[in-house]
């Protein structure tokens, strides 16, 4: 121990030791966010606080928040999903089709999202064989599997026979009445891939593989099949909420969940991602989500034309991008005072 | 023209996060002439001529050029100011053909568009002169090295500089193509031209300097016109180097050599390599000479499993053969560990989270839970051991170089590995750090790991080495042990001129 003590100290080595318990975790500020946006909307309009209202909130961000479980691990590892909401869409319409032709709905349900989890395999097969980014890859299989739906849903709203579906009944239940079942899936989600991603190997070589893919393939890291295993996680994420919107919603018209690819991103940037890599938090995309719903809520509380929340989505993410990219800046800007990338 | 000297660099200062490259430089290059700056890889070579080229902007001291205070502010601000440079990796485009690199952002324009044919023009005389017959639309990734190292020169010459810099331009070129460099060089002196000339390797910066500057830890420790230095300073500045290498225990490689676990290739062949066939046994650091494209580091990445082999067989102290991939080189403890940047760090998660990088990352065994109290403990162990300057929490990117480069060796030394493959382990780190290094890598070899090195720093390979093997364009052309080892020998096996690089032209034009 002394012996790091009696060492001169090298001309600005790091070697202060760094202030212990400063460090606010990084979902601090999307934490801050929601509590100020329910507190000032509580205030304006009381009856958005009815527990009703806000139960009903989290059903509605509970499908796109499920895609943005499955977007922040992409995002960790460095990638992109685009074909995220087709392939919700897909599994959603497969498993209505298929309770429509008389398969057990709990049979239907699984397979809808074992479809999801193979259409992010054969995104991620071929990533990895084509070594293309997987926005690249995706931007073309996005086209492909929202094709396969229209072909296969024949372009029209599907209304699956809901009179025996157990599924259904349970799924469009709510616990304690007022609990929606898709909303404690995803919490419950939440929260496990939070762990997954922060204490398993797994999730120790995602953040890897996203902070510097060259150095995780140098150091053993087996980088395809991390890449692979990634992408299967994001198709069975889509697939799953794409059961749960055939199950809760009871109808799905074509256009569904076709924006809840990039809503997952951008719920994953304002809760702290960042889209360089490296790391991400699993529960800050879920509050990132519940912010954008609280947002498009308050929109329709106030009688803003429902046309604008198009637009109000997009300005979030522009928003959440550009403060994660400042404090970014900031913070090389003290580490490396003022020198951005030294030898590069 | 008046005939004071054309640069003047004072009392210039810089450094880069924690680490201090430059701290005092002086520097004053005549006008026609040839002025070399020496000094070990890390002394602040590279950075001294960033700062002249603009790429690099000081932190203290003044630049005087043709008798006026200047700044450099960007490159285009240096190529106005008319200095070229050529870098040590010259930032070319391996995809655009030839003609595209040698004209980068100054093509001659022909009625708006850009002129291929003045292209061609002009660019003829210059690469006649350099003893260069390439075909100029095919692009420039079907060069061989060296061919694109004098491309990179021609490229700084087509700008007509009054002043030329050239960081380690014949690191690539065989003895050949070095020659004709420095023919060159001495009839563009001729003509006028300054020239400020950088370099590692002493006995050939003694041929070519009119005026010489040594270079250590970022200050000009001697300087002096060529034909002023004494003998004994001479072999002063061959000597600055040998201090920095740990003393081998010299008894233990003749000791039961049978027995002790070893690597064995046989005809070992794929990519540049062709027929490789050596031993290499636990506790001897066995070093691989080789100057660009030889296929040194080639032979270090099958090893890893990175590179496919074509054919001949290896056997590993496991008993196993080439590993197929990274992961499962990993697993069974063999190593590379390159010293090029970006190989190796994760710069923005902390030093725990790199040091579990093979522990929990690569291997599959053990638990499936990532602990990150677990790799905290882990990283206090190795920042103790190997004295890196920082706390377990701090991101590895805030480290110096050198103690990135030690967090990168600490994390194999985790897994305890059995073949330890370097490539250019201490590149671009301040001496002090590489002294620690080459310690280390004594340390690894003494404790039974088998230790193979590769670099371009010759002094490197002679200071650390029990015996070293060289390559040349792909071939093993020799072993050299003890008394043998050193540079001038070791520079004439890799660098010796050979019909070769002829055949190789003419077999790439007929596959064209």
């Known amino acids: 121990m002394t012996k790091t003590d009696t060492a001169p100290p090298l001309a600005g080595s790091a070697n202060r030791q760094p202030g212990r318990g400063i460090r606010l975790p990084d979902e601090t ?164 891939m939070h762990i997954v991603l922060h204490r398993t190997r797994f999730g120790y070589r995602v953040q890897a593989v996203g902070s510097n893919p060259r150095a995780a393939a140098y150091a053993g890291i087996p980088t395809a099949r991390v890449r692979l295993l990634t992408l299967v996680l994001m198709g069975a994420m889509a697939g799953l909420a794409g059961v749960i919107h055939g199950g809760a919603d009871g109808a799905i018209a074509p256009g569904d969940g076709s924006a809840f690819g990039l809503l997952a991103i951008t719920a994953a940037l304002i809760g702290g991602t960042s889209l360089s890599g490296g790391h991400g938090s699993v529960i800050g995309a879920a509050i990132g989500i519940l912010i954008v719903q609280v947002i498009l809520s308050a929109m329709t509380l106030f009688g803003v034309d429902s046309a604008w929340s198009t637009f109000a989505t997009g300005a979030l993410t522009v928003l959440a991008l550009a403060l994660d990219r400042l404090v970014r800046l900031w913070r090389n800007r003290r580490v490396d005072g003022g020198q951005d990338h030294p030898f590069d | 023209m008046s005939d004071s000297p054309i640069l003047f660099v004072r009392t210039v200062a810089k450094r880069f996060g924690g680490t201090v490259v430059l701290e005092d430089m002086n520097l004053t290059v005549e006008r026609g002439s040839i002025h070399a700056v020496v000094g070990e890889s890390g002394a602040g070579k590279s950075t001294l001529i960033k700062v002249l080229a603009g790429i690099v902007r000081p932190d203290r001291g003044t630049i005087e050029y043709d008798g006026k205070k200047v700044t450099i502010g960007s490159p285009d601000a240096a190529r106005k100011q008319g200095i070229g440079v050529v870098l040590q990796q010259a930032g070319l485009f391996p995809e655009r053909p030839v003609l595209a690199n040698l004209f980068v952002n100054g093509e001659p324009l022909h009625n708006g568009l850009i002129s291929r044919r003045e292209m061609e023009a002009r660019s003829r005389d210059v690469l006649r002169q350099l003893g260069l017959a390439v075909d100029v639309h095919r692009p420039l990734s079907d060069l061989a090295p060296g061919e694109r190292q ?234 103790e051991a190997l004295r890196i300057r920082s706390a377990p929490e701090m991101p590895a990117g805030s480290l110096s170089a050198g103690g990135q480069q030690k967090v990168i060796i600490a994390k194999w030394l985790e897994i305890g590995p059995q073949v330890v493959l370097l490539d250019e382990p201490a590149r671009g780190i301040d001496i002090g750090s590489k002294q620690e290094i080459y310690a280390l890598i004594r340390q690894m070899a003494a404790s039974g790991c088998i230790v193979l090195l590769h670099s371009k720093e010759l002094s490197e390979l002679t200071g650390l080495c029990d015996r070293i093997l060289a390559f040349r364009q792909g071939r093993l052309v020799g072993e050299i042990a003890d008394a043998a080892m050193d540079a001038g020998t070791i520079l004439k096996l890799i660098a010796a001129d050979e019909p070769g690089s002829e055949h190789r032209q003419s077999r790439r034009e007929s596959a064209a």
Not at chain 1, 124 to 138: D, E, I, M
Not at chain 2, 201 to 221: F, H, K, P, S, Y
């Open chain 2, 150 to 383: 004098l491309i990179a020169i021609a490229r700084a010459l087509l700008e007509n500089p009054r002043l030329l810099i050239l960081d380690d331009p014949n690191s690539a070129l065989d003895r050949r193509q070095s020659e004709r460099l420095f023919a060159v060089l001495r009839g563009l002196k001729a003509r006028g031209m300054s020239m400020l000339y950088a370099s590692n390797r002493l006995e050939e910066t003694l041929a070519i300097a009119d005026q010489l500057t040594v270079i250590r830890n970022g200050r000009d420790v001697l300087s002096k016109a060529r034909q002023d230095l004494t003998a004994s300073e001479e072999a002063m500045i061959g000597q600055l180097r040998q201090s920095l290498f740990p003393l081998p225990p010299r008894a233990l490689p003749t000791l039961a050599g049978t027995l002790r676990p070893q690597i064995t290739v046989a005809g070992l062949g794929g990519g540049r390599l062709d027929g490789i066939c050596f031993t290499a046994r636990a506790g001897e650091i066995v070093g691989l000479a080789g100057l660009a494209g030889s296929g040194a580091s080639n032979l270090l990445a099958m090893l890893f499993g990175q590179q496919k082999a074509r054919e001949g067989k290896v056997r590993f102290p496991d008993g196993d053969g080439l590993p197929r991939t990274r992961t499962e080189a990993a697993r069974r403890n063999i190593c590379l560990i390159s010293g090029e940047r970006g190989n190796g760090l994760m710069p923005d998660k902390s030093i725990a989270f790199n040091l579990s990088n093979v522990v929990v990352g690569a291997r599959d065994w053990g638990t499936r839970w990532y602990s990150p109290r677990m790799a905290l403990g882990r990283a206090a162990r190795q920042i």
């Open chain 1, 29 to 192: 500020g999307a934490v801050v966010a929601l509590a100020a946006l329910v507190g000032i909307l509580g205030w304006l309009r009381p009856s958005f606080l009815d527990p009703a209202n806000l139960w009903a909130l989290l059903g509605q961000a509970a499908l796109p928040g499920l895609l943005a479980i499955g977007m922040v691990f992409v995002l960790a590892m460095r990638e992109i999903d685009l074909s995220a909401g087709a392939v919700f869409h897909l599994a959603a319409v497969a498993t209505a089709l298929l309770i429509e032709a008389g398969f057990d709905p709990w049979l239907s349900a699984l397979a809808g999202i074992v479809l999801g989890a193979s259409l992010g395999l054969v995104n991620g097969v071929l990533a990895t064989t084509l070594r293309l980014p997987a926005l690249v890859v995706t931007s073309g299989t996005w086209w492909m599997i929202q094709g396969l739906s229209l072909v296969v849903g024949k372009g029209q709203t599907i209304t699956p026979p809901g009179a025996d579906g157990s599924l259904f009944t349970t799924l469009s239940a709510k616990a304690f009445a007022v609990v929606p079942a898709a909303g404690i899936v995803f919490i419950a989600l939440a929260l496990a």
